[in-house]
């Protein structure tokens, strides 16, 4: 797979615009310091693609990039800072349940996390909450740069007990080096475009 042409399409921050979608939506789901826009600058290939914001968890909105007119990559506000509780009771928000809920979109989660940290009751929360509303997951280890290699083998093994997910759903993966590119371009391709 080759990205050729990506550019952000819509920004959306009311239900009524989310009419105007109709192509299959990639969710870039994580924390505020996950990695999320580096992650999209990366796949796309552009180094100030994706705003990088200086303060986390600000964005609310959700940014449309479309890529190679086939699919969208959908940046989702980041959580963890106080912008997202009690998940199970009020949702995420009233734009992203509205999101979840329109049929005509197929939806792909890709969910990222830093791979050094522990996932905690918030990232079991938001799983919880994905998989009710029956959403593939492929889950993408973010900043491997940052350990050993001898180390990945067993933090992936780690993250697939955790999330009780079968172990090709779980991808170590780096902003800097692109470790791990290769195999999400492979599940975009066979899983997301072939559907």
Do not use: H
Not at 48 to 61: H, N
Not at 105 to 117: A, E, N, S, T
Request: with cysteine.
């Amino acid at each position: 797979m080759e990205i050729k042409k990506s550019e952000l399409k819509f920004t959306i921050f009311s239900i009524e615009n989310l009419a105007e979608i109709d192509l299959p939506a990639i969710c870039i789901i994580g924390r505020s310091n996950a990695g999320k826009s580096s992650f999209i600058n990366t796949i796309v290939g552009k180094k100030k693609f994706a705003y990088v914001s200086s303060t986390p968890g600000k964005t609310r909105s959700l940014n449309f990039y479309l890529i190679n007119d086939q699919f969208y990559l959908v940046d989702f506000p980041g959580y963890g800072y106080g912008a997202i509780s009690d998940l199970t009771k009020k949702g995420w928000n009233q734009l992203i349940d509205s999101f979840f809920q329109i049929e005509k979109i197929k939806k792909y989660i890709f969910f990222l996390i830093d791979c050094r940290r522990q996932p905690d009751n918030i990232d079991y929360e938001l799983i919880d909450y994905l998989r009710e509303n029956k959403l593939p997951i492929l889950f993408i280890l973010t900043k491997i740069d940052k350990i050993t290699k001898s180390k990945i083998s067993g933090i992936k093994s780690f993250f697939i007990e955790r999330f009780k997910c079968d172990k090709n759903l779980v991808i170590p993966y780096s902003s800097l080096t692109k470790d791990g590119k290769d195999k999400i371009f492979n599940y975009i391709e066979n899983i997301v475009l072939e559907n």
